[in-house]
C-alpha cells in the first residue's frame, strides 16, 4: 500500500528544515501521516535513528504513530532497513521520561511503575497510615488525592512549599512511601525526569544525539 497523497501545506511540513515547526489541524486532517512521512524523510536524507525522538500521549496514538513511520520508511528503504531502526524512540511522553530515568539515573533502574489499578491499590493499604482524612472527605479521599498529586507532578509544583500543611505532610508521607517500595507514578516519571535533565552531565548525555524532536498532539 502507497503513502496517501498530501496537500501542499503538508508537503511543505514534511520538507521543512532548519527551524521549530508548528502543526495545527482538526481531527482527521492527516497530522499523524504528515509527521510519519516527516520522519520517513529525515530517514531517508541520513538521518541516525538515535537523533529522532517522536512521542504523543497515548499508548494507542503512539502505536498508530510508530505503525505509521514503519510502513513509510519500509516503502522507501526496504523492509531489511526496519531492523536499523531500533535506537529511534517512538512511544508515550512517559515512556520516553521512563527510559531517561532508568538509562541515566542508576537509583531508578529498580523501579517500577503504577499503573491507575495498583497506584489505587496501594493507597487503599496505605490509607490510614497516609492521613489521607486528615485533608479530604473519607469517602472520596483516595481518588481526590490522586487528583491532587497529579496536579502537583505535572505543573511542577515544589512539594516543600507545601510544608507545614495537612496536606504537606500527606504528599510528604506518601512520596516516602513511593521511595520506600521503589514505585513511580505516571505524574512522578515527569517531575523525575525533568529533575534529572536539571544536572548539566545528565542533560548532555540526553541531548547529545537528539536532533529531531517531533511532538505529537501537543496540547496534552
Do not use: W
Amino acid at each position: 500500500m502507497s503513502s496517501p497523497a498530501l496537500s501542499p501545506a503538508q508537503l511543505r511540513a514534511v520538507a521543512h528544515r532548519g527551524s521549530d515547526l508548528q502543526l495545527i489541524a482538526c481531527a482527521g486532517s492527516g497530522k499523524t501521516e504528515t509527521v510519519a512521512q516527516r520522519v520517513s524523510s529525515l530517514i531517508e536524507e541520513g538521518a541516525a535513528p538515535d537523533s529522532i525522538v517522536a512521542f504523543t500521549f497515548t499508548e494507542r496514538a503512539a502505536l498508530e504513530l510508530k505503525d505509521r513511520i514503519l510502513k513509510r520508511v519500509k516503502e522507501k528503504q526496504g523492509a531489511e532497513f526496519l531492523d536499523r531502526l531500533g535506537p529511534m524512540y517512538v512511544g508515550t511522553i512517559h515512556g520516553y521520561c521512563f527510559r531517561l530515568l532508568q538509562d541515566h539515573v542508576p537509583k531508578y533502574g529498580s523501579y517500577d511503575v503504577l499503573d491507575e489499578n495498583r497506584h489505587a491499590g496501594i493507597l487503599a493499604r496505605e490509607f490510614f497510615h497516609l492521613g489521607l482524612t486528615s485533608v479530604f472527605p473519607a469517602r472520596s479521599a483516595t481518588a481526590d488525592f490522586i487528583r491532587t498529586v497529579d496536579v502537583i507532578g505535572n505543573e511542577l509544583i515544589d512539594v516543600a512549599s507545601l510544608a507545614g500543611t495537612p496536606l504537606g505532610e500527606c504528599v510528604l508521607k506518601y512520596l516516602e512511601m513511593l521511595e520506600r517500595y521503589h514505585f513511580l507514578t505516571f505524574g512522578l516519571i515527569i517531575s523525575k525526569a525533568v529533575e534529572a535533565l536539571g544536572d548539566s552531565k545528565t542533560l548532555a548525555r540526553v541531548t547529545a544525539p537528539l536532533r529531531h524532536l517531533i511532538v505529537d498532539e501537543y496540547q496534552d
